[in-house]
């Protein structure tokens, strides 16, 4: 065989190969358009992420007097129900009530915006219906 058969044979195989090829490519295209997105579980907004180094003490009221009721690391993700305007930490007076709160959400607590940075609109207490801020009652039907 001569070296001009030898490289029109490879030259042959190659172009059956890069046939194959671009069939795997296009075929492999068509299945990624056909299939459907995964969807990814968006957090509802609005929510905070903390941003204190040493985290933040969720509070009974928007106070700093008030009792400490549980705390929130660094960079935790929390539910924001609404904000109020409270006692002034450090130039901020905005505090956020919080949707998830301590033991399962059964108790809202109070962060201070000053440590919270938050995701989406938050509307102001006076906007909402006082349930959001009450405890919730395992006892009533539809609370708990």
Not at 18 to 30: C, E, F, K, S
Not at 43 to 63: D, F, L, M
Request: proline fraction near 6%; hydrophobic fraction near 40%.
């Amino acid at each position: 065989m001569s070296t001009t058969d030898i490289l029109v044979a490879r030259g042959t195989r190659l172009a059956a190969g890069a046939g194959a090829l671009t069939t795997v490519v296009a075929l492999g295209a068509a299945l990624l358009a056909a299939a459907p997105a995964q969807a990814t579980p968006a957090k509802p907004k609005p929510y905070g992420i903390v941003t204190a180094k040493g985290g933040v003490n969720e509070r009974q009221y928007p106070s700093t007097d008030s009792s400490v009721e549980g705390h929130l690391g660094h960079r935790a993700h929390v539910g924001l129900v609404c904000k109020v305007r409270a006692q002034n930490v450090m130039g901020n007076t905005v505090w956020f009530l919080t949707r998830d709160g301590v033991r399962g959400g059964r108790y809202p607590t109070w962060v201070s915006a000053k440590f919270v940075t938050n995701s989406g609109a938050v509307k102001y207490c006076k906007d909402l219906s006082r349930s959001h801020m009450e405890p919730i009652d395992p006892a009533k039907p539809g609370n708990g």
